[in-house]
């Protein structure tokens, strides 16, 4: 069993939907965070957290830490928000321990 | 401010040569990350440093690979006489101080023939 699940594996989506991405983790951590891999491999950090709740724009991340479990939401979602959004869980040491990540397909 | 670079973008070698892979933090981060994602799988950790030292080693493979973070130039990541299995996109990434936000480079695939 990984240390970190990440459901659904694939999403499709119509644009405009409200997405949620789920992430759990079975390790102690200090921070989590949900980074985007886009099509051409690039990858980008979208939040960082250890409690509560981030916003960016329409994206949204909370976290419970009690039940270890992170959410990654898109509001009105875009055929742009198709990527991989990928959950990490950071250890002690300050390395990420990445779950598989989720395929997000927005159609238009 | 420039992002973190990384240098090549792309490194073809034949089996049993050397690749070295180049990692330029951010202005005014002294915490690099190394990570492997093979084709078709997850990223996953290998060596964290710090100016100087290697804090975590605990991902590298025991043998062919090393990394060094000098104090002065970028953090390169070492693979010697590579085989096809080393075939896959290495990213690096920085951090002003451990436990903050990383930030990512666009990646080196290696490919090995």
């Known amino acids: 069993k990984n240390e970190v699940e990440q459901s659904p594996q694939n999403l499709t989506a119509q644009e405009g939907e409200f997405i949620t991405i789920n992430c759990s983790y079975s390790?102690?951590?200090?921070?989590l965070h949900w980074l985007q891999q886009h099509p051409g491999g690039g990858i980008v950090s979208l939040f960082m957290?250890?409690?509560g709740k981030k916003k960016h724009g329409r994206l949204i991340a909370t976290i419970n830490i009690q039940e270890k479990h992170s959410s990654l939401h898109i509001t009105a979602s875009h055929p742009r928000d198709s990527a991989v959004y990928i959950c990490?869980?950071?250890?002690?040491?300050?390395?990420?321990?990445f779950g598989k990540g989720t395929k997000l397909s927005v159609k238009p | 401010n420039a992002g973190v670079m990384q240098n090549p973008r792309h490194l073809v070698r034949r089996r049993g040569q050397e690749a070295r892979l180049r990692c330029s933090p951010m202005?005014?981060?002294?915490?690099v990350y190394w990570y492997r994602q093979l084709p078709e799988e997850g990223l996953k950790f290998m060596v964290y440093?710090?100016?100087?030292?290697?804090?975590?080693e605990s991902g590298m493979p025991k043998e062919r690979f090393s990394a060094e973070f000098p104090k002065e130039g970028p953090s390169i990541l070492r693979i010697q006489q590579v085989v096809r299995g080393d075939s896959a996109a290495y990213f690096c990434?920085?951090?002003?101080?451990?436990?903050?936000?990383?930030?990512f480079g666009p990646g080196t695939r290696l490919t090995v023939t």
């Open positions: 990434a920085s951090s002003p101080q451990g436990g903050d936000k990383q930030y």
């Open positions: 390790v102690g951590i200090s921070a």
């Open positions: 957290l250890s409690s």
């Open positions: 990490a869980a950071r250890g002690s040491q300050g390395n990420l321990i």
């Open positions: 202005k005014g981060h002294s915490h």
């Open positions: 440093l710090q100016k100087e030292n290697i804090i975590d």
